[in-house]
């Protein structure tokens, strides 16, 4: 009968790698989410393999002393020695290959941690990797929105199932989840009529924006206007760019441009 100790615990520590590590962790709940286990079971082998290896080349035969001004450390291998027979003290088990197995599941959230901090592994060079490989249009579009240095290069206009129009800057995409979701700080809002789809702006919301970032308020408007729109509800999303919106609506420039 296989030994679950040297199973469940690389396999337990496989999967909290994965839904650590921001690259697996965007990557599974966007494309393998039934390959997780599978893709669990994997890491743990090279969580396992890393250890043993390490074990045996680094540790087992290492009898390297730091010395200290008169003061000798104990050698690598004494530590070695020493963590293995605190550990059969306390859990009172000394089958072999159980060590390593739990050793495997410890480091493996550390680890992942770790790689976390690295540079191409933070989140959003992760995030971003994630929405160009396997993201949709609109994801792409609204990413790279975000990243625009003028607030005006910003502006999105969202139309919704229900015909509801918002024109602003999206300051939040959710991660590459199923339930995916935008937040949006409207500039404008209004609707689109049934018949003709032509667009009504209702409300401005300028007067409001400009007062709280007079006041550096600006990060209380996600609380105060934020709108959150989950991407089932979205129609369409485009880039919005008032004198080109004008051309094409002659009829509601004058409106526009006193509001803008």
Known sequence: MPRLDIILLPLLGGYLFLITFNYTRFYHKRIEKNRLIYNSLLTA????????????????????????????????????????????????????????????F?????????????????????????????????????????????????????????????????????????????????????????ETQKLIITTDYTTVIEKASEDNETELLDNKLGVIIPFSEIVLISRFDYNIFGQFNESDETLLEQQL
């Not at 390297?64 to 450390?73: F, R």
């Not at 995916?180 to 689109?192: A, D, E, F, K, V």
């Open 45 to 104: 082998f090279g969580l396992t393999g890393i250890v043993y290896l390490l074990d045996f080349f680094v540790f087992r035969n290492n009898n390297y002393y730091l010395n200290v001004c008169t003061l000798k450390s104990p050698s690598i291998k004494e530590f070695r020695d020493y963590f293995s027979l605190k550990v059969d003290e306390v859990m009172h088990f000394t089958k072999p290959g159980f060590k390593q197995s739990l050793i495997a």
């Open 106 to 194: 410890l480091i493996s959230y550390p680890l992942a941690l770790l790689l976390n901090k690295l540079r191409i592994f933070k989140k959003d060079f992760s995030f971003d990797y994630t929405l160009m490989k396997w993201g949709n249009e609109y994801e792409k579009l609204i990413w790279n929105t975000l990243g625009e240095g003028s607030d005006l290069d910003k502006l999105l206009m969202v139309t919704t199932k229900s015909n509801k129009v918002y024109i602003g800057q999206i300051t939040q995409l959710s991660e590459p989840m199923e339930n995916t979701h935008i937040i949006i700080i409207p500039s404008l809002s209004g609707y689109r009529e049934k």
